[in-house]
């Protein structure tokens, strides 16, 4: 909704939207986690969404290229990062105290508010 709001307050016109919408409906992408080197030695793991995951790793490929890095194997960089998940929830749902209890319940390592409103608590 936000990026609806957003495509309206900088004068995208109702069809282009719609048409944007519609394809996104009927788009038959599936989700892919993908491992790079960047530049120094830097790593990233890429949890992305796709309908053709050789043309997408084609394009990642020309841009870490371009910037010294590469595409690596499946498993060479996510043995070394820790799954997390981030919630956010509107401050209108769940009290500031309440996020703290659940947050301290589930293990959570930080637990702020952010903008627009919503608490974000990063879990284990």
Do not use: W
Request: overall charge neutral; cysteine-free; proline content about 2%.
């Amino acid at each position: 909704m936000q990026a609806i709001k957003l495509a309206k307050d900088k004068g995208v016109p109702k069809a282009t939207i719609e048409n944007a919408l519609t394809n996104t409906v009927k788009s038959k992408s599936n989700r892919y986690i993908l491992e790079a080197k960047g530049p120094i030695g830097s790593l990233f793991v890429i949890d992305m969404s796709a309908e053709q995951l050789s043309k997408s790793k084609s394009e990642l490929s020309k841009i870490l290229n371009k910037h010294g890095g590469s595409m690596l194997d499946s498993g060479s960089a996510l043995q070394i990062f820790l799954r997390k998940g981030i919630l956010r929830v509107p401050t209108q749902l769940l009290s500031e105290e309440d996020a703290m209890d659940v947050a301290i319940e589930v293990g959570s390592e930080n637990i702020e508010i952010i903008r627009d409103d919503k608490i974000s608590v990063m879990v284990n």
